[in-house]
T-cell receptor
Framework: EAEVAQSPRYKITEKSQAVAFWCDPISGHATLYWYRQILGQGPELLVQFQDESVVDDSQLPKDRFSAERLKGVDSTLKIQPAELGDSAMYLC????????????FGSGTQLSVL | QKEVEQNSGPLSVPEGAIASLNCTYSDRGSQSFFWYRQYSGKSPELIMFIYSNGDKEDGRFTAQLNKASQYVSLLIRDSQPSDSATYLCAVKPGGGYNKLIFGAGTRLAVHP
């Protein structure tokens, strides 16, 4: 069964360090999403790609976060520098198209900033 | 501010009972409604979606939508301990707002 691949599964870092997360969506899914989920809250959209283009990054803290999907397939989310408040689960999801709201999530990256 | 509200729980039900999970949303123009199940430490998994007023059944799960009351619910019949998880309600607002808004989730505990 096709899955969204994410790595690493866990990441521990110190504040002010740089971290990066990788995501490979389900083959054929044009839309890719990065969500952040703080413990006890629902996922919050950080950035949405349609192929290689960003269609929504309104909630992405652009002073420290960046995301790219250069060839319209896999994607990288980077934080530099990390802050204590960035500790959360970072979830990647994909869907067949921009209007298809059936999201399929990867296993997530649990980030702890010390 | 478009909002999706859920009771955080925990909702505790005995094995075999019906679990009823509720969600309200603020945007009257919302068109699409989803229920995701999330086990502790895991990622959300889509279990139900509904677009039209009324009921939609899939196995032990029934989604109910009432757009006039801005209310969507999920019923789980014959609840099992394996159903113990957090259930996230997600809504796609209307008016061209093209992203899902998630509630904070309701934690369900099914005890033997």
């Amino acid at each position: 069964e096709a899955e969204v691949a994410q790595s690493p599964r866990y990441k521990i870092t110190e504040k002010s360090q740089a971290v990066a997360f990788w995501c490979d969506p389900i083959s054929g899914h044009a839309t890719l999403y990065w969500y952040r989920q703080i413990l006890g809250q629902g996922p919050e959209l950080l950035v949405q790609f349609q192929d290689e283009s960003v269609v929504d990054d309104s909630q992405l803290p652009k002073d420290r976060f960046s995301a790219e999907r250069l060839k319209g397939v896999d994607s990288t989310l980077k934080i530099q520098p990390a802050e204590l408040g960035d500790s959360a689960m970072y979830l990647c999801a994909s869907s067949f198209g921009q209007a298809n709201e059936k999201l399929f999530f990867g296993s997530g990256t649990q980030l702890s900033v010390l | 501010q478009k909002e999706v509200e859920q009771n955080s729980g925990p909702l505790s039900v005995p094995e075999g009972a019906i679990a009823s999970l509720n969600c309200t949303y603020s945007d009257r123009g919302s068109q699409s409604f989803f229920w995701y199940r999330q086990y502790s430490g895991k990622s959300p998994e889509l279990i139900m979606f509904i677009y039209s007023n009324g009921d939609k059944e899939d196995g032990r799960f029934t989604a109910q939508l009432n757009k006039a009351s801005q209310y969507v619910s999920l019923l789980i019949r014959d609840s099992q301990p394996s159903d113990s998880a957090t259930y996230l309600c997600a809504v796609k607002p209307g008016g061209g707002y093209n992203k899902l808004i998630f509630g904070a989730g309701t934690r369900l505990a099914v005890h033997p």
